[in-house]
């Protein structure tokens, strides 16, 4: 019973791309994720954005960078996220 529960791993974590909107708190970013869903009725496609709170420790991320975070376990009331790295730094 004990190997069983060794030998299997935990189950993959959920990435997402994203943009940082705020960078004002100590080691926490915004980051805003756009998605495009099918309306079920109209079948257009719609822009939609979700705000993701994400752990950033070395405060390193700025406004308008291109990040991916992943999924954690929860770190304050709203924080959810951690950033894994940055793709692209703001211009």
Do not use: C, Q
Not at 34 to 51: C, L, Q, S
Not at 55 to 74: A, C, F, L, W, Y
Not at 75 to 80: A, D, Q
């Amino acid at each position: 019973m004990a190997e069983t529960i060794e030998s299997s791993e935990r189950a993959n974590r959920k990435t997402r791309e994203g943009t940082v909107v705020s960078n004002k708190m100590d080691k926490t970013a915004v980051v805003a994720v756009i998605e495009r869903v099918r309306h079920p009725k109209y079948a257009k496609f719609v822009m939609r954005t979700k705000k993701l709170y994400a752990h950033d420790e070395t405060n390193d991320v700025n406004i308008g960078d291109k990040v991916r975070v992943m999924e954690t376990r929860p770190l304050s009331k709203n924080k959810r996220w951690r950033v894994v790295e940055v793709l692209e730094r703001a211009k």
